[in-house]
């Protein structure tokens, strides 16, 4: 099944796919997930409403969209969904975008996303190559998974071989994870 994806892919998400997985654990591009939503920055809303609803479903947590310019996909702004629902359909996504707003290189540390994620409650924020082209997002639930593991490696390290892989009680654990995470199952 996995094999078929990359055939069912058009070129650019093919580019995508080959570009998210080619970056090791670790850093932000070894984080991006696929499922990136872009608009152009010359369209207006009324062109963006359609063509969100001409999808057949939104990927989980898209918020912002992200504006891209030219066939390139230079990244040049973000498009909060809150600010296209409530703003007059007739302007252009360059009029309302974003243009001051937290992207991440794909070399970025893990540590400094997920970091960002937490100070700025984020939901989704874009990565981008040496030349500012969008290459994917990460999205919450893909940061979940590092401040999981960072959670596990935190409580197993003092812990001796037979306490590993039982259940402790907000009382029991260390009380920074326990406090932020409530019950932690290791």
Same mark, same amino acid.
């Given at each position: ?10 070129? +650019?998400? #093919? +580019? ?5 997985? #080619?970056?090791? +654990? ?5 984080? $991006?997930?696929?499922?990136? %939503? ?8 009324? %062109? ?22 030219? *066939? ?22 360059? +009029?309302? $975008? ?7 290189? =794909? ?8 970091? =960002?994620?937490? *100070?700025?409650?984020? %939901? ?19 940061? $979940? ?42």
């Amino acid at each position: 099944m996995i094999a078929e994806i990359p055939f069912a892919l058009d070129k +650019q998400d #093919s +580019q995508r796919l080959d570009a998210a997985c #080619s970056y090791p +654990q670790g850093i932000a591009g070894g984080l $991006m997930n696929v499922d990136v %939503v872009t608009v152009h920055e010359s369209v207006t809303l009324e %062109v963006v409403l359609r063509y969100l609803k001409r999808r057949s479903e939104l990927p989980e947590n898209t918020n912002p969209l992200f504006v891209v310019l030219g *066939r390139n996909d230079r990244l040049v702004g973000a498009l909060p969904v809150s600010r296209l629902l409530s703003a007059d359909f007739s302007l252009r996504v360059l +009029q309302i $975008m974003e243009r001051d707003f937290l992207r991440f290189g =794909a070399l970025s540390p893990d540590c400094d996303v997920t970091a =960002a994620f937490e *100070r700025y409650n984020l %939901v989704s924020t874009p990565v981008v190559d040496e030349h500012h082209r969008l290459l994917e997002r990460i999205a919450v639930d893909d940061i $979940m998974d590092v401040i999981r593991e960072e959670a596990e490696h935190v409580l197993l390290a003092p812990l001796p071989a037979w306490a590993r892989g039982k259940t402790f009680s907000r009382r029991r654990c260390a009380p920074a994870i326990a406090n932020r995470y409530g019950e932690v199952s290791i």
